[in-house]
């Protein structure tokens, strides 16, 4: 444990590639964990130090693609909300088509409402892909009165 929290940028490679020496897996991990977070800190001379440590570089690689995996990406309909607002009456239905090169979920919808904070909105949601209807809710939010939306959960 003592090793593991001294796990620095100036020792991170060195460590990882002891800990895979020992077969000290805690530390093994811990090692890749961190240069997974912080490239940097692999310095200069990394190709050099890690040649010989291939079970090293295999936890890098899962670390920097589970990173991948939970990258959260934003798609924003307006690219400078200040002083916008959205002039919908409620009356017409609205929508937003995107596409994504990759496996992605979608975990939730921002949706703007009046200028009138708390003002009780009813709204139904659709979300297709095609025709077919991959999610559909129909909720009540409270408008924020502002112009930053309303976050609605699509996990349900």
């Not at 977070?37 to 890098?60: F, R």
């Not at 909300?81 to 939730?108: P, Y």
């Not at 200028?115 to 909105?121: A, R």
Request: hydrophobic share 35%; glycine share 6%; proline share 1%.
């Amino acid at each position: 444990k003592l090793l593991i929290s001294s796990i620095s940028s100036s020792n991170v490679v060195d460590l990882g590639v002891l800990a895979e020496t020992y077969s000290f897996q805690a530390m093994l991990k811990k090692c890749a964990e961190f240069i997974a977070n912080d490239l940097d800190s692999l310095g200069e001379d990394w190709e050099e130090k890690v040649k010989k440590s291939p079970v090293l570089l295999l936890h890098i690689l899962k670390c920097l693609k589970r990173q991948k995996e939970q990258e959260v990406v934003e798609i924003v309909r307006f690219k400078d909300k200040e002083g916008a607002w959205w002039t919908c009456d409620g009356s017409n239905k609205d929508a937003i088509t995107f596409q994504v090169n990759r496996a992605a979920k979608l975990s939730e919808i921002g949706l703007y409402g009046t200028e009138n904070e708390g003002e009780n909105i009813t709204v139904d949601i659709e979300v297709k892909k095609g025709e077919l209807d991959v999610f559909t809710k129909t909720t009540n939010y409270r408008s924020a009165g502002n112009n930053v939306p309303v976050k609605i959960s699509v996990d349900d």
